[in-house]
Every structure is written in C-alpha cells, then in structure tokens.
C-alpha cells in the first residue's frame, strides 16, 4: 500500500518539479493531488505520464493525506501548513517560514537524516534554501573528516530562483536588447538582468548582508554544525535554471586535496567532474534536469594553514527544492511512515 500525497503549490516552479520528481523516482504514492490557489483551479499539470486537474487549496480537506509537499510560499504557508499538519499529514515546506524554529527539522537528506524525527513535534519539515542545500551536499562529508572552520561561499544564482516572473523577465529583456522596437525598461528599483550580474537577493539586512546570505549562514549552522563560521555573497545571474557557487573553505585539521577529491568522489548526492583541462568542469547549463550536485575546481587554498576551494553547481529546482523534498518524503516514508 502507498502513499497519498498533495503536492501545493502544483502550478510554480518548484511545484511542477515536485510532481515531475515523485513521478521519476517512483515515489511509492497510491494517490497525488495536485493543489493550487482558486485563480489556477483546474489548470493541468504533469505526473510523469498523468495529467493532474489542480484542485483548491483553500478548500482542500487533507484528512487522509499521508504527505504534503509544499511549494507555495511564507505566507500563504502559515495559513495552510498547519491545517494539513493539524489533520494529520507531514508537511515537507519548501518555504523559509519554518526553517529557524527549534523545534522544526531542516533536512538535507545526505547531510543530516536522524534530525527527520523531529517532525512529530508539529508534523512540519523545513526544507533549505537552494543555495544552501547544495552546498551542504558537498561541505557534510569533509566537515566529517577535517572539522570546517571557515566557509567563505559567493554564489550566481539563476533567476528561477525568483520565479517564473523572473525567467520571463530575463526573456524579455533580453529579446529587447536583440529585437528592434522590443525594448524595455527595467521596473522601478530594480536592475537590468540581461547580460548584468545583481549581488542583491531577497530584503538587506542591518548588517549590510542580504537576507539570502544571512540564511545560507543560519541553515549551514543548524544543518552541519552551529560552530562552522560562513560569510556568503548571493548574487543574482542571467542564467535561467541552475545555482553555481564558489565556496572557499578553511578546516580545524590538515585535508590534502586528493584526499578530499576522493572523499567528494564517494559521497552520496554528489558528482565530481574535475579535469584541468577546458571543458573539464561543470557550467549551470549541464545540471539542469540533473539530481546530482556538482564539483569542479578543487583546489588547494595556500593562503591559510588548511584551505580548500571548489566550484559547486545543481539545479536549483531539483536539489535545491523539489529533489531535496522529495528524497525527505522518502526518508520521512522509509524510517517513520513505513508504507510503500
Ligand atoms: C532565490 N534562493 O534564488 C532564493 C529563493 N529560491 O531567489
């Protein structure tokens, strides 16, 4: 017997991968709906060979709901979420209402699996931000061999992290640049994507960083170890699909780097493709539609006592959302659900 699973937020982004995702990994589901707002009531999506009709959230009664992935953002999270919770289902949310809260779980599969038991305090998992998540996939097993002292992480995010209004956008502004007569200006306080780089994601903080640095700095804390000191850059790339990240790392203890080429080599959720050679290295444009988190240019940091850096890349709908969801429902299934 399998699983009944909802899917909210079935019409964006990360919603469709969700859908797309637990059709490609056979996710053992007797029954999926497919949950979206009253605007895109009876819009359909895809499930592997299915057509889903969307149904109504707001309307919704997910009293038998085994698992709901949710993809629908803070706010309208804090109304649902916990009605589902409430009525019995574990919530898998792919938005950052709950990540902070002590008692709710942060998962990443490879990284921190026996905090899954945490859900029965509410019922509710917290799933990273994507640029987060790939890059603990990578920082978990070196930190287990060489203790990280120091993470200094820039990151060039693709813009459907922000959203399809975000790819149109880019789309947009980049046939205006080409297209005569198609020309168009950037909205109000923001700035032109198309063949620029943007190092502002998400709200500033008093400190000068942004939001999205303060929680790739939080969430490495409370996933891998609250002692791992991080300082990111989040900077927002003309790339449709796929977060690349250059992250610079300093340990407690000697790693030579082929020891850790050989420890990224073997670790779960990770592939390493790393030739010194042109070609030999992972671009955003090869990990879309891919599981894995990539690793190129690995190298030794010789400025400091015990320096590592690499180039790390994934798709950021996949591992970065929907995958890293996904692979929870099915941990949350394998150790505490025991069906399918
Ligand atoms: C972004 N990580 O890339 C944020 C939210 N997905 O915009």
């Not at 005569?180 to 709200?203: L, M, R, S, W």
Request: charge should be negative.
């Amino acid at each position: 017997m399998g699983y009944r699973v909802a899917v909210a937020g079935a019409t964006g982004n990360v919603g469709r991968e969700m859908l797309n995702i637990l059709a490609e990994r056979e996710f053992p589901a007797d029954e999926v709906v497919a949950l979206a707002s009253r605007k895109s009531l009876g819009t359909e999506v895809s499930y592997g060979d299915k057509t889903l009709k969307t149904k109504d959230l707001d309307t919704f009664d997910f009293g038998g709901t085994d698992i709901a992935l949710f993809a629908i953002g803070s706010g309208p999270t804090k109304e649902y979420a916990p009605k589902a919770a409430r009525a019995g289902a574990v919530v898998i949310d792919n938005s950052s209402l709950y990540r902070y809260e002590p008692d709710i779980p942060l998962i990443v599969p490879e990284c921190n699996p026996d905090s899954v038991e945490m859900f029965k305090n509410r019922n509710i998992i917290a799933n990273p931000n994507c640029s987060t998540a790939q890059m603990v996939v990578a920082l978990k097993p070196l930190h287990d061999r060489a203790r990280i002292k120091r993470v200094v992480v820039s990151t060039y995010q693709s813009v459907s992290g922000a959203g399809k209004d975000a790819m149109d956008e880019l789309w947009t502004q980049t046939k205006g640049l080409y297209v005569p007569g198609q020309e168009v200006e950037p909205a109000k306080f923001t700035k032109q994507i198309a063949f620029n780089v943007i190092p502002h994601i998400d709200v500033f903080m008093e400190d000068g960083s942004t939001k999205e640095e303060w929680k790739m700095v939080v969430e490495t804390k409370k996933i891998i170890d609250p002692k791992i000191r991080v300082h990111a850059t989040c900077v927002r790339v003309p790339v449709f699909v796929g977060h690349s990240e250059s992250v610079n790392v300093e340990f407690e203890e000697p790693l030579d780097e082929d020891e850790a080429r050989e420890i990224l080599r073997e670790a779960p959720g990770l592939m390493l493709v790393d030739k010194r050679e042109p070609g030999g290295y992972v671009t955003p444009v090869e990990c879309v539609g891919e599981f894995a988190t990539y690793i190129s240019r690995l190298r030794t940091d010789p400025t400091v006592e015990n320096g590592l850096s690499f180039w790390c890349v994934s798709d950021n709908l996949r591992k970065g959302a929907a995958l890293n969801a996904v692979q929870i429902a099915e941990l949350v299934g394998r150790r505490c659900l025991k069906k399918g």
